[in-house]
């Protein structure tokens, strides 16, 4: 079975936007046998040329279901079936990442109906889905609609199986072309790596040094995507994947420490095809200040920082800086003047689109609004905070956890789970000591703005108490 899919969505990046709408056709090979849609509220605004491009509004979604309310759904539906979509990359990348968001781990079989054209249908002069559509007599009844693109993309997947005579055994070819083992790498050595394992994974050569360091979701998977042959590697990757001879991996149980340990074991080993991380570079550039202003108003500031400065959070540059304050802006409903994002007298702009309550015109409290703007603080800063962060372990009988004191990465552990929550001694003597610096802080202030929780120090002990 192949679940023909598409999304739209608030933009075209998986880590802050959102979906808005999707639609899923189940196709047996031979035609659509079942036929799913719906709108799907984003929980931020959606911008005026999303609107305008796909015809969907702030209005349209506002009564629609989240996301977690059509999760089941989703799941049922895909279980068993290939993931095929136009750039099965975008729509797969942003489903992943919203379960991801629920603390769920969605992988499926995916297929590709551009890379799947381009081998079908040679010599087009493009393989995007309107002029692919347009080439082949196919008619998109509701273009930049889900349902609409994915009818197109059900009939263009007929016309390839009519043509190659595809089927769901043929996906893994398909898709990732021919798997090539390197030449010095024992085939047992693969086959032994389990399914569905997220972690690190190590690449060594015959003189047993480690080469390269890598991290995924699902490891079996990325070392298949690693070996497929697809004509176009680079002279270092080919170098790389020649002198492989053994492989290893260390189970995470969750992304969140496949990244810390990923980074850590780069910085330690220094693997010779591994160009990023290898340093631990210097602090981030610029911080997120916030302070008071004359009317009792928490107010928030980006400026260059200088030593002694303990900033909320901070990043690389003044642009990463402002994403992060307007994420800000769209998840409390602050104001785009008391943020540094709006220098202009008089209401700001997200006021006259009903997004701003009105602290911009004095129409809402300063206690009101400070009460939002303390929670963003609360679940943004970093600098200074002591905390626990608590994830998936590595069998259902384990947790993960990972202690930030005083602003700085202590390391992470393990321990049992349990239906009470762990005090905090419990989870600190589960510790094992790692480095902080600059790459470990943006990986933390990553996933906590993605809606993770935390667990303040304070808080833990007044529970245990």
């Known amino acids: 079975m192949f679940a023909v899919i598409d999304i739209e969505t608030t933009g075209g990046r998986p880590e802050y936007d959102r979906i808005t709408e999707i639609a899923i056709l189940l196709h047996d090979g031979e035609q659509v046998v079942k036929r799913y849609s719906t709108l799907i509220n984003p929980e931020m605004r959606i911008p005026l040329e999303i609107t305008r491009l796909t015809g969907i509004s702030d209005d349209m979604v506002k009564s629609a279901p989240k996301f977690y309310e059509v999760a089941k759904d989703i799941v049922e539906l895909t279980n068993d079936a290939v993931f095929v979509a136009h750039n099965v990359r975008f729509d797969y990348g942003f489903i992943k990442n919203a379960f991801r968001d629920l603390g769920y781990v969605y992988s499926r079989k995916t297929l590709c109906t551009v890379r799947m054209s381009r081998k079908t249908f040679k010599g087009l002069s493009s393989y995007s889905l309107g002029n ?4 082949l007599d196919i008619r998109i009844k509701d273009r930049h609609r889900a349902l609409g693109d994915a009818e197109a993309t059900a009939i263009l997947l007929s016309r390839i199986i009519e043509r190659q005579g595809i089927d769901e055994s043929d996906w893994l070819a398909v898709e ?3 798997t090539v083992i390197p030449p010095l790498l024992p085939e047992p050595v693969l086959h032994s790596i389990p399914d569905n394992i997220t972690g690190v994974y190590y690449f060594y050569n015959q003189h047993g040094y480690v080469i390269y360091v890598g991290k995924a979701l699902d490891v079996k998977k990325r070392l298949m995507q690693h070996f497929a042959f697809t004509g176009k590697d680079s002279p270092k990757a080919i170098r790389m994947k020649a002198e492989i001879a053994d492989i290893k991996f260390q189970e995470t149980g969750n992304e969140l420490l496949a990244l810390l340990l990923e ?3 780069i910085k330690r080993i220094k693997p010779i095809y591994n160009v990023m991380q290898k340093k631990a570079r210097p602090v981030p550039f610029f911080g997120i200040f916030s302070q008071y202003d004359a009317h009792g108003f928490v107010t ?3 400026r260059k920082l200088k030593e002694g400065d303990e900033p909320m959070s901070t990043a690389d540059n003044v642009h990463s800086a402002r994403e992060l304050l307007q994420l800000m802006v769209e998840r409390y409903q602050l104001c785009l003047s008391k943020c540094d994002l709006h220098n202009m007298p008089g209401p700001c702009f997200n006021f006259h689109l009903h997004k701003c309550l009105g602290a911009c015109t004095s129409s809402e409290s300063a206690d009101d609004y400070n009460q939002r703007a303390m929670e963003a603080i609360r679940r943004h800063s970093f600098q200074q905070e002591s905390f626990f962060i608590l994830g998936k372990g590595r069998h259902e009988n384990e947790q993960s956890v990972v202690c930030v004191e005083r602003g700085q990465y202590k390391g992470f552990g393990y321990i049992d789970k349990t239906d009470t929550m762990p005090d905090h ?10 480095p902080h610096n600059r790459d470990i802080q ?8 993605g ?6 120090f304070k808080a833990n002990q007044e529970k245990t108490a």
């Open 300 to 302: 928030f500031s980006i």
């Open 442 to 449: 943006q990986i933390l202030q990553t996933y906590l703005r």
């Open 451 to 456: 809606k993770h929780s935390k667990i303040d």
């Open 425 to 434: 001694e419990q989870m600190r003597k589960a510790i094992t000591p790692y």
């Open 132 to 135: 692919l559509c347009e080439s």
């Open 176 to 178: 990732m072309g021919k």
């Open 263 to 265: 980074s850590d074991e």
